[in-house]
């Protein structure tokens, strides 16, 4: 990742002359915890027939621009999606792997479940470690953190995993 830290109003003399190293996994973590109840994945327009459509209908379909996009800002992905079929297909393509190992920042896969509108789609979101999870939910339209399985409720069809996922941190 290439992040340029030489803005003078930020670093005092000292920290001018240190060189830095950037903890990426760290980084990512810690936007994945701190999206927690934001609004921004909510909405998706395409122009369709010559009519703007918000595809994610107001955040009810919006997990897969919640991952996508997170993976997008730290380069984990090609683009962000608005599919999770699309997404997982682009994080094979990215080097993400296919793990049995719940590791805190791989995305958990949940079975098709039925929305609180009535269509079945497929879910995913993050793990967090400690049993807790982090996904945009359609009931809230937004990301919230729940329990990885949804106390025993879903099933985890699959955990991908990429190599700046750290296993012991």
Not at 134 to 143: G, N, Q, V
Not at 154 to 159: A, D, G, L
Request: hydrophobic content about 35%.
């Amino acid at each position: 990742m290439d992040i340029r830290l030489s803005d003078s109003r930020m670093m005092g003399d000292n920290m001018r002359k240190s060189k830095f190293k950037i903890l990426t996994y760290q980084n990512y973590l810690s936007v994945i915890k701190n999206s927690q109840n934001s609004k921004i994945f909510r909405n998706f327009y395409v122009l369709n027939n010559n009519k703007k459509r918000d595809i994610l209908k107001n955040g009810q379909f919006s997990c897969a621009r919640y991952v996508s996009s997170i993976l997008k800002l730290f380069d984990l992905i090609s683009e962000t999606h608005a599919t999770v079929d699309g997404t997982i297909k682009d994080m094979l393509k990215n080097k993400w792997k296919i793990t049995k190992k719940l590791v805190p920042g791989n995305v958990l896969v949940w079975g098709k479940w039925v929305t609180f509108s009535g269509e079945i789609h497929s879910h995913f979101g993050f793990y967090l470690g400690k049993n807790k999870a982090i996904s945009h939910r359609d009931e809230k339209r937004i990301p919230i953190i729940h329990h990885y399985t949804y106390n025993q409720k879903r099933k985890i069809i699959k955990i991908l995993t990429h190599k700046i996922i750290k296993e012991n941190e």
